[in-house]
């Protein structure tokens, strides 16, 4: 009995301040770590580099109302397909041709309009334009073949294609 009351003081008295010693270190801090900043950068939260700096692309004051707040791709077919480059643009060039699509959009080719809005796939187009598409759900008046339009609403990189659209259409105007 008299062994077993030795060990266990001997445990007792080496535990004991180990234990303690464990639990009020100041070398260290327990307290959780905050969430990053919104500012830094991480593998989870980092948003996508645009490929250009937004002010280049900025919309005129007088056409910024055309723009929609919300989710730019509301009424496209298949949104999955698209990256949105930038929420709204506008875009003037030539309606040089009007075609209605299998999905029911109707696709105009943007022709003469400045070249920042096109890449190698509208380059390597037959016409050499931005794509525009017009959606069911958001009623446009088409303009005429051959008449010098401003476009407004989303840019965007069709990933099945690799050009370059304005899709959807929110506005249609004469330039």
């Not at 070398?27 to 980092?46: C, Q, R, V």
């Not at 280049?56 to 999955?80: I, N």
């Not at 209605?100 to 022709?111: A, F, K, P």
Request: aromatic share 6%; with cysteine.
């Amino acid at each position: 009995m008299l062994v077993r009351y030795r060990v266990a003081t001997v445990l007792a008295s080496v535990l004991v301040p180990v234990l303690l010693a464990g639990c009020t270190r100041t070398d260290h801090d327990d307290s959780p770590t905050p969430p990053p900043d919104a500012t830094e950068s991480s593998p989870l939260t980092a948003a996508p580099t645009p490929s250009r700096t937004p002010t280049d692309f900025q919309v005129p004051p007088a056409l910024a109302r055309y723009c929609h707040t919300g989710f730019p791709l509301e009424g496209v077919y298949s949104p999955q397909r698209l990256t949105v480059k930038q929420s709204c643009a506008a875009v003037t060039g030539v309606a040089s041709e009007i075609n209605r699509e299998h999905d029911d959009d109707l696709h105009i080719s943007l022709t003469g309009v400045d070249p920042k809005w096109l890449n190698q796939g509208n380059l390597e187009r037959p016409d050499r334009a931005l794509v525009v598409e017009a959606v069911p759900s958001i009623p446009i008046r088409m303009p005429p073949v051959g008449s010098r339009v401003t476009i407004v609403g989303p840019w965007v990189l069709d990933t099945e294609t690799g050009w370059l659209e304005i899709h959807p259409v929110w506005a249609i105007l004469p330039a």
